[in-house]
């Protein structure tokens, strides 16, 4: 057996990578030819580092006797086996060291790898081994992020890997405490620390591990970790995530840092790091799977050819999902906001043979978006029968805007009726009123979701008529479920309009924000670009959502609704 398997493995990979036989992008084969050329030029005495193959290997062995605690693995009780990938990174962070003083060369780590990637694995082995196989006296190591649930997960995972290896925490005396790890005999601690946590100064830290920094809107917690390192010998901040989309924040600054090390135009021989993306000139070719084991170095491992396969079909079907895929599977970083309805899907949507007389009796929901009393006002009709949706807008202008607008088309529009326009310079609303009232005579009306924005007075008489209203405020929790469902029923052809352009114009508006949590949310990128007939049928389809649930809920209980 060879002496230095791990070493050897790192090797392997960075020559595999730079043959073509591994595929990569650019970032990572410049981080392989770094490392192929270091071990060239301070291979003489008198250079200022040394490559210590025995240091890189002790890291490596120590992390393959924890165990997996997730998915199949953990189900086969199987110990960790590290990838040549994952060998890379180890063995070049822990083994070069200064030849004088046997100190760590590298100071940060930064990481970026696509979801499914292992992540939490490969940080949480290291946590560990900093924590207590270093040789560090009172080593703190900090799983770190800006909210408690974030600053637990690589904590999490190394907790439950000390609690199912025994030998582990006999071997070095850990205490496995509710929360943190500890070690009496060296007063060592292992915690998660975020910044909701209250105070985040006076920290000694030996290593601290960011768990997708891309989420971290401030750069306080970062900011924190690194200056809290300064008191260690040989202290390390290891920082693995995903892409994101803010351009603006500490993580894209770091990524930034990063690559110019890598095409040597910085020079900082502390600073360790790989981004696993797909190039440029893939950015037209993303859904092809040969693209995909650039950016995936688990790629048939942990990250299954069927999963990502399944959800690249999605991305292209549904634009709002495609920045996510870019993002999580491909690490690409992205604006957060993107084109949200798949219009070819939208306009196989149109029935020109429904009409709102075949539904008179029939239950329906009216979604009210009165945002603006010198803009648009709409009034969605939504009816909901066997899975279907079928809709029926009403818009309202005052005729100022309509006569002083840069959009030609609201002109056009009224004048066949598509809009109606109420006299002056702002919506007079008893125009609605009288609708609604006339609705309520042909139709079986559920619920009247509206914002309560302007709307306060109108409510509050329609309340008084008998109108069920309900409130509604245009939020993140409010909307994106039912921008998801929206976009779902217009691929499967279970959502239904009559071809109404202006309702057209404004799906077409809609870019979809994605937050951090893949929560969506309708936005414009221009004023003139209106979108308040969406936000209408998001607010009826979100209610309509809510009753059916609630239908499953009792039907499940045995308590059916007639």
Same mark, same amino acid.
């Given at each position: 057996?060879?002496?230095?398997?791990?070493?050897?493995? +790192?090797?392997?990979?960075?020559?595999?990578?730079?043959?073509?036989? !591994?595929?990569?992008?650019?970032?990572?084969?410049?981080?392989? &030819?770094? &490392?192929?050329?270091?071990? &060239?030029?301070?291979?003489?005495?008198?250079?200022?580092?040394?490559?210590?193959?025995?240091?890189?290997?002790?890291?490596?062995? @120590?992390?393959?006797?924890?165990?997996?605690?997730?998915? =199949?693995? *953990?189900?086969?009780?199987?110990?960790?086996?590290?990838?040549?990938?994952?060998?890379f990174i180890l063995t070049v962070v822990f083994g070069w060291k200064h030849r004088e003083t046997g100190i760590r060369r590298f100071r940060t780590v930064y990481i970026e790898v696509p979801r499914k990637n292992a992540k939490s694995t490969l940080s949480s082995g290291?946590?560990?081994?900093?924590?207590?196989?270093?040789? =560090?006296?009172?080593?703190?190591?900090?799983? *770190? *992020?800006?909210?408690?649930?974030?600053?637990?997960?690589?904590?999490?995972?190394?907790?439950?890997?000390?609690?199912?290896?025994?030998? @582990?925490?006999?071997?070095?005396?850990?205490?496995?405490?509710?929360?943190?790890?500890?070690?009496?005999?060296?007063?060592?601690? @292992?915690?998660?620390?975020?910044?909701?946590?209250g105070t985040l100064d006076?920290?000694?830290?030996?290593?601290?591990?960011?768990?997708?920094?891309?989420?971290?809107? !401030?750069?306080?917690?970062?900011?924190?970790? =690194?200056?809290? !390192?300064?008191?260690?010998?040989?202290?390390?901040?290891?920082?693995?995530?995903?892409?994101?989309?803010?351009? *603006? +924040?500490?993580?894209?600054?770091?990524?930034?840092?990063?690559?110019?090390?890598?095409?040597?135009?910085?020079?900082? =021989? !502390?600073? @360790? +790091?790989?981004?696993?993306?797909?190039?440029?000139?893939?950015?037209?070719?993303?859904?092809?799977?040969?693209?995909?084991?650039?950016?995936?170095?688990?790629?048939?491992?942990s990250v299954y050819p069927d999963d990502i396969a399944r959800l690249c079909a999605k991305a292209m079907q549904m634009p709002s999902a495609q920045n996510n895929f870019l993002t999580k599977r491909l690490d690409c970083w992205v604006n957060a906001d993107t084109a949200w309805m798949n219009m070819i899907s939208w306009r196989k949507c149109i029935d020109t043979n429904m009409h709102i007389s075949d539904f008179e009796g029939k239950p329906c929901y009216l979604g009210l978006d009165l945002a603006s009393k010198v803009d648009f006002a709409v009034m969605m009709q939504l009816f909901a029968e066997n899975g279907h949706y079928y809709v029926f807008p009403k818009y309202y202008l005052p005729e100022e805007t309509a006569e002083n607008s840069s959009n030609s088309q609201y002109s056009g529009w009224a004048r066949t009726d598509l809009i109606t326009l109420t006299p002056g310079a702002v919506i007079d609303y008893e125009y609605i009123e009288d609708d609604m009232k006339e609705i309520a005579s042909k139709f079986d009306i559920l619920e009247v979701p509206y914002d309560p924005f302007q709307a306060t007075q109108l409510s509050t008489r329609m309340m008084n008529e008998g109108f069920p209203m309900v409130e509604m405020r245009p939020t993140v929790l409010n909307f994106s479920e039912p921008m998801k469902e929206l976009e779902k029923l217009v691929l499967e052809g279970k959502f239904h309009h009559n071809g109404d352009p202006i309702l057209t114009w404004m799906i077409s508006n809609v870019v979809c924000h994605t937050d951090a949590k893949d929560n969506i949310y309708p936005r414009k990128e221009r004023p003139e670009n209106k979108i308040d007939g969406v936000v209408a049928l998001i607010m009826g389809l979100n209610r309509a959502l809510a009753n059916i649930k609630k239908k499953s809920v009792y039907e499940t209980r045995g308590l059916a609704i007639v």
């Open positions: 057996m060879a002496k230095y398997p791990h070493v050897d493995a +790192g090797l392997k990979y960075a020559k595999e990578v730079l043959s073509g036989k !591994t595929p990569a992008c650019k970032w990572v084969k410049l981080a392989c &030819q770094r &490392q192929v050329d270091d071990l &060239q030029r301070w291979k003489a005495k008198k250079t200022p580092y040394i490559f210590d193959k025995q240091a890189a290997e002790k890291v490596c062995k @120590f992390i393959e006797l924890l165990p997996h605690i997730k998915g =199949e693995w *953990a189900k086969r009780r199987e110990q960790i086996k590290l990838e040549k990938w994952q060998c290291v946590a560990l081994y900093m924590f207590a196989a270093d040789g =560090e006296q009172g080593a703190e190591v900090y799983s *770190a *992020a800006t909210t408690r649930d974030q600053a637990r997960i690589v904590f999490d995972v190394s907790k439950r890997m000390a609690q199912r290896e025994p030998k @582990f925490r006999k071997r070095y005396g850990v205490q496995a405490n509710a929360h943190n790890l500890s070690i009496i005999d060296s007063a060592s601690k @292992f915690e998660p620390l975020s910044a909701e946590g006076g920290l000694n830290i030996h290593l601290g591990v960011v768990d997708e920094l891309h989420a971290h809107k !401030t750069r306080v917690v970062y900011d924190v970790l =690194e200056t809290g !390192t300064g008191s260690r010998a040989q202290s390390l901040l290891w920082n693995i995530t995903t892409a994101g989309s803010n351009q *603006a +924040g500490i993580c894209y600054e770091q990524r930034t840092y990063l690559t110019k090390i890598l095409e040597k135009i910085a020079d900082d =021989e !502390t600073y @360790f +790091g790989l981004i696993y993306t797909i190039d440029d000139e893939d950015a037209e070719s993303w859904h092809e799977p040969d693209i995909w084991k650039k950016a995936n170095p688990n790629y048939g491992i």
